[in-house]
């Protein structure tokens, strides 16, 4: 019978074909609706494209900002190995907590080291330990230093980093260049500065599905 396509039905008939049951993130995803944490998790198949990017560069260092309860960092982990570190930053603790608990029963407690705190204090220290340089680095934080998080990749960075922004898109308010939303702004200025920046190479794809209509911004780090 014909009938209306539908953004969502489409995300369930993607997931459940491609992506697949997975009780461990099924698991995150109930106990960060349990701690009432925000649903603004990356879709299954968006967390499945985050592993298959880092997989594609063969990432064993990876760098995200917000972390929220550790689903997108769960598909991460997922993809650097056994011998490989993500590195995640998160500002609210109890976002933290859920998170450290949501990676350990994914059995990836050893290769994720969550920073608590603003993700602008933690990266003068992560640069100061020496722990870059980072071959992925995903920006799912607060929007208006999206700018800023791009810097810190670039200085974090060697050639062929992959960065990730997530959120660009925003109900495609993004286009619009006279709004008065700072996180749109944000958005406007971090596309515009990954252009004009010589070291980085990107692109900008709109998402429709379960999470409404967004988008990403993918770029790399120039030989
Ligand atoms: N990447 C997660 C979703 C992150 S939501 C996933 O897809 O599963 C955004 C997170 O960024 C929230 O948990 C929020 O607390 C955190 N955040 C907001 N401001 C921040 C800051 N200044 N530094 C670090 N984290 C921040
Ligand atoms: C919001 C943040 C996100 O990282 C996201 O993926 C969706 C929404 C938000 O703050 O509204
Ligand atoms: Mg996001």
């Given at each position: 019978m014909e009938r209306e396509p539908d953004w969502a039905e489409v995300d369930g008939y993607l997931v459940s074909t491609l992506v697949g049951e997975d009780p461990v993130l099924d698991a995150a995803l109930a106990a960060n609706f349990e701690a009432g944490l925000?649903?603004?998790?990356?879709?299954p198949n968006q967390g499945k494209l985050l592993n298959l990017l880092a997989r594609m560069c063969l990432a064993r260092n990876v760098l995200e900002i917000g972390?929220?309860?550790?689903y997108s960092t769960i598909w991460l982990a997922r993809a650097v190995g056994p011998s490989g570190q993500v590195i995640t930053l998160e500002f609210d603790p109890t976002h933290a907590d859920v998170a450290r608990a949501n990676i350990e029963r994914a059995g990836l407690a050893d290769r994720v080291d969550i920073r608590v705190g603003a993700a602008l204090d933690s990266l003068p220290s992560i640069a100061k330990e020496e722990?870059?340089?980072?071959?992925l680095v995903f920006i799912d934080a607060d929007k208006e230093n999206n700018t800023e998080y791009v810097r810190w990749a670039l200085a974090l960075s060697h050639p062929g980093t992959v960065v990730i922004v997530d959120n660009v898109v925003r109900g495609g308010h993004v286009?619009?260049?006279?709004?008065?939303d700072e996180r749109v702004k944000a958005s406007r200025a971090v596309l515009e500065m990954i252009a004009a920046e010589p070291k980085l190479d990107g692109t900008a794809i709109q998402t429709v599905g379960s999470k409404g209509w967004d988008g990403f911004a993918v770029a790399v780090v120039n030989e």
């Open positions: 925000p649903p603004i998790d990356v879709a972390t929220l309860g550790g722990l870059g340089p980072f071959d286009s619009n260049p006279d709004i008065d």
